[in-house]
Structure formats: structure tokens, C-alpha cells
């Protein structure tokens, strides 16, 4: 088999900025060891998220210039609509800022104190927007997916017993719906099967629930279902994510990721009477609902990236070189999610470097040594992101795992730039055993990873 090249050609470039070591640990002490306070002209590598830093096409930039700016029933507007539609066969295709502003709106409706909202993992804005409303943000994620080692094709699964069990402890009065998100952003990017979304269906319509998609990754997910779901080999991905999304009754998803754009969302909605509702509240906070926050010209993107997305030259190039890299950092002794998701490696940092105890930040440690050696920005999703403190013992409480996300964001680097990372990372693996931790010398109480200052136990 031959190499799987970028399906594309590079017509516009940006520079990146090499720097020195010496420089970069200069760049890491004045960021007081954070990621997300380093420069981005710093960074070499940027692998923090792939949330709105996709490269656009061609197309993309001319629909930018043809953008129609109308206040009312731009023409852009139609088109967004249209595509929307048509692909995932919605009636109501509402457009908003980003995910997190269709969640917020959908939420707003539906959510309140009482109320219980499953999913196999919610995602931190969805949780966050579902928990703002004083409902509960239930995860009910198959047990597979938990764990880090275990290799499983479809690890993103909801957990079917666990949600029939929330369904009947709680009260299905108190359930307005139910969500899958896909792929499983949180659990690592891993894929739920076309099998397990048609069955929550099942099982949901038994009671009354409508289904919600958080539809962020759809079509990396239909690609998985295509390469391992049995009967999916021969039909189009376009197809597979049309039946994805046919089980549905309404989604939520972020532009920035599978649309391919900088900025965008929609909220889409088969329910006349809700999506009324959704409209309403979109005029008071996000605009009217033939614009919803964005400009007719990102209207015409997310358009054009939602034709691109389903592509499958590009998605077998995407979904490899994620693989790619999982392979070789396999290889190297780095520990990562196996196998690799769709749009990240999740490395393994507890496993990596046992030596540093979770209150010492292993995550955090890989990370700033991936940018002290290389350049390399990543984040840790770990004691940093999600620990908490004992109310009583004032000690820290750690989650399960202590990882480090490489994401890959779409169409921006290619295979000599992830073999780079695949050398520093060895090169880091290596020395592994004389990295020392962190500890944390100031931090904000609530979303603590995006603020907190840090300093070396010791520098080595
Ligand atoms: C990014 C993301 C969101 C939120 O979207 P934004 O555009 O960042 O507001 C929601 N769910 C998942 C799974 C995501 O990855």
C-alpha cells in the first residue's frame, strides 16, 4: 500500500517561528509553565486543540468574499440552511456563534432544576450548560471506554443498561432528552457505532425521550463506522452520517470542529414548537435567526465545509495520520487512549512517568517538556484540568486518568510536521525518568487550567 498523502495542495502559507531551548524555557518561565499563556507566535507546533484552527479551502475563502450580509434572508443563509439540511435532514436548522450557544439555548428550554440529561460523555460546555440550568449532566459511557489500555473498536458507546437505569430511577418526566456525542470528545475521540445509536433510539423511544446528537465530530464518526462497522465498508460516509443523524431528533454541533471554519454552530431542531422556542431566544441572544451570531460570509463556509467534510480522501488522510502518530508514539514506549480517536492522542501520562504522583502534576510535566524540547504545545487533561480539593482535608482529588492531549487540527500540518512531534517525543521518552513535577502557585476556584501559575519542583 502507498503512503496516504495530504489530499491537497497548499496555495496560501503562514510561517511558523523557530526557537531556541534556551528561548522556549525563557517563553515557559513568563508563562509561569500554563499553555494557555504562551503566545501563539511562540509555538512551533500547535497542538492544543483542534477547535477552530482548521486550515479553509479555496472555496471556503471565495465563499468568504461572496458572503451575502443581508440583516434578513441573506442568500448565504439559504444556502447554510440547505446543506444543513440536506445532510442531516433536520426541519429546523437554527445557526449560532459556536456549540456552546446552541447548548445554551436548547438548555435553556428544556433543562432546569430537577431535570436529567444523560449522554455517554458530556462534553465540559455541554455539562457546564446543562448544570447552569440547575439540571443534572449524567454520563453513562460503556465500561470499555474507560479505560485507557483496552483496545475496542467502538469505546465511545453509550452504555445502554446504565441509561435504562437512569431513565427509571430518575422518572422519565424528568428527562426533556437525551444526547450522544460523537465522536467522544471527552472520552479520547472515540467512535459510537451506527448499532449502539440506532439502539439508544430504541430503547428512548420506549419512553418518550427524544435523541440529541452533539454532532461536533459526525463525520469522523461515520468514517469509524465505515472502516469498522459490519455493512458500512461500500456505503458513502455522506450516507452513514445521514443515518446517524436520522435517528435523531435534533443536534447541537460546533463548526469550529467537523465544518471546517474558525468560528460557527448551529442548533437544528425537528420539533416545530421547541424549535420556536430556540428561535426566540436566539433573537435575544444571539441575533436574528437568518444570521444567529455569525456573519453571512461564515454562514457560506460553514456551507462549503460541510460539503468538503464528508470527502473521503480527506477523511481517510485524517483519520490515518491521527493513527499515524498514535503508531509511532506506540512504538517509541509512549503510552496513549488506545486505539487512536479521530481528532487526537490522549498520551498516557500516569503510565509514563509513574515517578510523578498526580499531585504533582504528571500531565502538566510532559506538557511543558514537549514545548521545552520541541515547540510543542499540548494540554493536560488531568489533576490540572479536573482536580479538586477535600473540603475537610484541604488534599487534592485526582481523576482517573492524567493525560495529555495532542490534537491535531484539520488540514494545517503535514506528515514531516507529525514525525517532528513523533522525534521530540521520543527524545522526551527517553529522558523520561529525570523529568521532575510541578506544583501550582496560584489558581483561580472554578476552570482552574486556563489561569494557573506553576513552578518546576525542580528544573532539570
Ligand atoms: C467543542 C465542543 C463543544 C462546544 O463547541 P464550541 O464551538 O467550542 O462552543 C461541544 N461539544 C463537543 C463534543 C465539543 O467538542
Redesign the pocket.
Known sequence: MKTIIEPFKIKSVEPIRFTTEAEREKILRFAHYNPFMIPAEDVLIDLLTD??TSAMSARQWAGIMDGDESYAGSKSFFRFERVTRELTGFRNIIPTH????A?KILFSIIGGKGKIIPNNTH?D??RANVEFTGAEAVDCLVEAGKHPEVRGDFKGNMDLAALEQTITRSGVENIPACMI?VTN?SGGGQPVSMQNIRETKKLLSRYGIPLIL?A??FAENAYFIKLREPGYAAKPVREIAHEMFSYADGC?M?A??DALVNIG?FLALNDDALARQARNLLIVTEGFPTYGGLAGRDLEAIAQGLEEIVDEDYLRYRIRSVEYLGERLLAAGVPIVEPPGGHAIYVDAKRMLPHIPPHEYPGQTLVCELFRAGGIRSVEIGSVMFGRYDAATGSLISPPMELVRLALPRRVYTQSHVDYVIEVAEDVARRKEALRGFRIVEEAPMLRHFTAKFEPLSVK
Open positions: 477547535s477552530g459556536q456549540g456552546r450557544a447548548e462534553f460546555t455541554t456525542t470528545n452533539d461536533c465530530r447541537t460546533s469550529k470542529k454552530g
